[in-house]
C-alpha cells in the first residue's frame, strides 16, 4: 500500500485560506489522490479526488504537480467548522483499492 | 448519493460474547467493501477488504477467525467481532467501493463503537 506524509498538525485563523500538503513519494501510476475529512467518532467524509494538475470543486481544490510525489488540499476562507483531521491516500481498482491512512493533519480553525 | 450506513452505531457487550456489526451501502451496489479499526486519537487500521460472493481478504496481523466478514449481496457487508474481550473495544469503520458508481473514491459509513466490559 503506497503510504503519505503529512504534516501532523497546523493551526489557521477563521476566513483564511488553509494548503494542506502531503507527500506521496510512491505513488504508481494508476494511482488517485483522495482527500477526507474526519471529525471525532464519525468515519471519514469524502473531499476531493484527483490524478493530475489541479482539480476543483465546491467545497476543496486540489493541486499536484506533474511528479505526482505531493499533493496540496487548498480550504478557501476555513470556518470553526473545518476543524478536522485531514487525510491524503493513494490507491486505485487495480491495487483493489486498498487504502493505507497515514497519521493525517488535524487542523484547528481559531476564531 | 453514495450513502453508507452502518448498524449499530453503538454497542457494549460482555466478555466473551460476539458482536455482529452491518454495512450497508444505501444508493448504489458495493462489489467491495472495506472493514477499518480506529482507536483513539489514532489512524484508520485497514483491517480486511470484504468482496461480494467470495472469502474476504485480511490485513497481516488481523485474526480472520476472530473477526468474521461476509458479504453476502452488493449492498452488504457484516463484521461480527467472536468471543470479544475488553481490547477489541474500538470505533470500528466500514467503506464501499464506488467503482459501482464509475469512481475511484470509497465511501465511509459513519462508524459503530464497540465497548467490550
Known amino acids: 500500500l503506497a503510504k503519505t506524509t503529512q504534516p501532523i498538525s497546523m493551526d489557521s485563523y477563521e476566513g483564511q485560506e488553509v494548503n494542506i500538503t502531503c507527500s506521496h513519494n510512491?505513488?504508481?501510476?494508476?494511482?488517485?489522490i483522495t482527500w477526507y475529512q474526519q471529525f471525532p467518532s464519525q468515519g471519514p467524509r469524502f473531499i476531493i479526488q484527483g490524478y493530475k494538475t489541479k482539480v476543483t470543486n465546491e467545497v476543496a481544490s486540489l493541486f499536484i504537480p506533474a511528479d505526482r510525489k505531493s499533493s496540496t488540499l487548498s480550504l478557501p476562507r476555513v470556518s470553526l467548522s473545518d476543524t478536522a483531521v485531514y487525510y491524503c491516500?493513494?490507491?486505485?481498482?487495480?491495487?483493489?483499492?486498498?487504502?493505507?491512512f497515514g497519521k493525517g493533519n488535524q487542523v484547528v480553525v481559531i476564531p | 448519493g453514495a450513502v453508507v450506513s452502518q448498524h449499530p452505531s453503538r454497542v457494549i457487550c460482555k466478555s466473551g460474547t460476539s458482536v455482529k456489526i452491518e454495512c450497508r451501502s444505501l444508493?448504489?451496489?458495493?462489489?467491495?467493501m472495506f472493514w477499518y479499526r480506529q482507536f483513539p486519537k489514532q489512524s484508520l487500521m485497514l483491517m480486511a477488504t470484504s468482496n461480494e460472493g467470495s472469502k474476504a481478504t485480511y490485513e497481516q496481523g488481523v485474526e480472520k477467525d476472530k473477526f468474521l466478514i461476509n458479504h453476502a449481496s452488493l449492498t452488504l457487508s457484516t463484521l461480527t467481532v467472536t468471543s470479544a474481550h475488553p481490547e477489541d473495544s474500538s470505533f470500528y469503520i466500514c467503506?464501499?467501493?464506488?467503482?459501482?458508481?464509475?469512481?475511484?473514491?470509497?465511501?465511509f459509513g459513519p462508524g459503530t463503537r464497540l465497548t467490550v466490559l
Open positions: 491516500l493513494v490507491g486505485s481498482h487495480y491495487g483493489n483499492n486498498r487504502l493505507a
Open positions: 467503506s464501499a467501493d464506488g467503482q459501482g458508481l464509475g469512481t475511484d473514491t470509497q465511501y
Open positions: 444508493d448504489f451496489q458495493a462489489t467491495t
Open positions: 510512491n505513488i504508481a501510476t494508476n494511482d488517485y
